[in-house]
């Protein structure tokens, strides 16, 4: 899909949907950076949904996170990023001529060190396997 595809990019109302896994999950909120927050309903054993109006807030990237509570009392939360523009517009980020120009480093919070050389961490091409 083109990045400056509408599709990319969050605008107007949508619906969010959440998978839970699990016994006995009595309850779904999803809570959104600017201190939205909302019930989910129940659609199926696994899934909730509820709807969200993104043009309540700024455009720019937000924090959706998801909160799953068990009749135990424990709590399972997931987050997620949603770039929201109400135009539709995302403008493919600049590339620079080499690969080692565009590498994106460390991303701490989705456990990538910014270490890893190639495909296989060792900087080597994918081995090939031939089976005769």
Known sequence: MNSAHPA?????????RART???????????IGTGWE????????????CEWDSTRVPDGLHVLAVRAQHRGGECADDKILALVKQDGVYPSADRKPGDHENALGAWLGKHILGTQLGPN?????????RRG
Do not use: F, H, Y
């Open 21 to 31: 896994w699990g016994e006995e999950v009595k309850s779904v909120s999803l809570t």
């Open 121 to 129: 961490k060792n900087g080597r091409a994918w081995p090939s396997r």
């Open 38 to 49: 909302e019930q989910m309903t129940r659609s199926t054993d696994t899934l909730w949904l």
């Open 8 to 16: 990319q990019v969050v605008r107007g109302a949508i619906q969010v």
